[in-house]
């Protein structure tokens, strides 16, 4: 809390008013740091800042002024999106991580169970060892999507029993993008 020897808080500051002892600005928006403050201000507004913060219990109250301040940090590099936009990102990038995380691991199990397919891989194909023997190897069963656009993705499930799977005749059956259906 500010007391009347202590500096302002940003708040006080910026809004060019005496900060009084039980100011709700005080423990959150330090004079060290205006610019927090500006932020939230331009975006919020100072006085519906206030008024969550009364409503708010004293323990939930910083990391309430830490999500509005990253928030109003968010909206003023996106207007459009926000913080929405970072954490769709952030999906985007690990929905890819685990797609690529899966087909490591397929190649993995492909190698381990045949070594000389690593040898004799030419293009997409990969030697003539037969499918069922290196998917059995497999801890999981990938199936791979397409969607309208002709974008691929994968599912993962874990089903023990790899030998149920069929592969289309249209596609190279060593191919790794290639679609696995339950039969």
């Known amino acids: 809390m500010a007391c009347s020897w202590n500096p302002p808080c940003a708040a006080c500051k910026f809004l060019r008013r005496k900060c009084q002892a039980e100011c709700v600005f005080a423990a959150y928006f330090p004079p060290d740091q205006p610019q927090k403050f500006v932020n939230v201000h331009r975006i919020f507004g100072a006085s519906n800042v206030s008024k969550l913060l009364n409503e708010l219990h004293p323990h939930q109250r910083e990391d309430a002024v830490n999500s509005l301040a990253y928030e109003a940090e968010m909206r003023l590099r996106d207007p459009i ?103």
């Open 81 to 183: 999106n926000g913080c929405v936009g970072v954490i769709s990102l952030l999906h985007q990038q690990l929905r890819q991580l685990q797609i690529d995380l899966q087909k490591t691991k397929f190649e993995l199990a492909r190698i381990q169970c045949h070594p000389s397919a690593v040898t004799t891989h030419v293009g997409n194909r990969y030697c003539d060892q037969p499918q069922q023997s290196y998917l059995q190897c497999l801890p999981q069963q990938l199936i791979w999507n397409f969607d309208a656009a002709g974008n691929s993705y994968v599912n993962v499930a874990s089903f023990g029993q790899l030998s149920q799977l069929h592969q289309p005749s249209a596609v190279a059956p060593h191919d790794p993008h290639a679609r696995l259906h339950p039969s």
